[in-house]
């Protein structure tokens, strides 16, 4: 396995607490492939089915979801190491949001039944993927109400809070 590939599956939060050999040895238990993708390229489309489980090896995507007037709100940010429909892959549900690529980008991709077989393999990756998908429920909750439920003043002040800790400084310049 490339060194790029281990590396982008060790920061998968799929594989958190595993070793690098340990990575390796689980992902090598199972059928996968990777996948390229151009800069700003589909991935899917809002209301597609979730049919494969897709790990970013490298460059990023972003998922938004548009009114019917044409409004688009942004949704989220994949970069290195994310798992791609992690929320989706088991609920028999269509794709929420519509995914595209920000640059070019390799996917490594496999079958839920895989994913399941990584379960059965080492227990923590079945856990890791519980606490991953824990992670996306909590988190959405938290932007509806923050969506919903804010003033604009503290939509304001909760975004440049964020920013904050996301750049771990008291100070910063807005971009």
């Given at each position: 396995?490339e060194k790029s590939?281990?590396?982008?599956?060790?920061?998968?939060?799929?594989?958190?607490g595993?070793?690098?050999?340990?990575?390796?040895?689980?992902?090598n238990?199972?059928e996968?492939?990777?996948?390229k993708?151009?800069?700003k390229e589909?991935?899917?489309k809002e209301?597609s089915?979730?049919?494969n489980?897709?790990?970013?090896?490298?460059?990023g995507?972003?998922?938004r979801?548009?009114?019917?007037s044409?409004?688009c709100v942004?949704?989220t940010?994949?970069?290195?190491g994310?798992l791609?429909?992690?929320?989706?892959?088991?609920s028999?549900?269509?794709?929420?949001?519509?995914i595209?690529?920000d640059r070019p980008?390799?996917?490594?991709?496999?079958t839920?039944k895989?994913l399941?077989?990584?379960?059965i393999?080492d227990p923590?990756?079945?856990m890791?993927f519980?606490?991953?998908v824990?992670?996306?429920a909590?988190d959405?909750?938290?932007?509806v109400k923050?969506?919903t439920?804010?003033?604009?003043r503290e939509?304001m002040a909760?975004?440049l809070?964020?920013?904050s800790?996301?750049?771990n400084?008291?100070?910063?310049?807005l971009?």
């Amino acid at each position: 396995m490339e060194k790029s590939v281990l590396r982008a599956l060790q920061a998968c939060p799929l594989f958190a607490g595993l070793s690098a050999k340990e990575v390796e040895s689980a992902i090598n238990m199972v059928e996968y492939h990777l996948v390229k993708y151009g800069k700003k390229e589909l991935y899917a489309k809002e209301g597609s089915p979730v049919e494969n489980v897709d790990i970013v090896i490298s460059g990023g995507m972003s998922g938004r979801t548009e009114s019917s007037s044409g409004k688009c709100v942004k949704i989220t940010w994949q970069s290195i190491g994310k798992l791609m429909t992690a929320a989706s892959i088991f609920s028999g549900k269509n794709l929420p949001v519509t995914i595209e690529t920000d640059r070019p980008t390799i996917l490594l991709r496999m079958t839920p039944k895989a994913l399941q077989s990584l379960f059965i393999y080492d227990p923590r990756i079945q856990m890791n993927f519980i606490k991953l998908v824990s992670n996306v429920a909590v988190d959405m909750a938290f932007r509806v109400k923050k969506l919903t439920l804010y003033t604009v003043r503290e939509k304001m002040a909760s975004y440049l809070l964020d920013i904050s800790k996301r750049k771990n400084k008291d100070e910063f310049v807005l971009d």
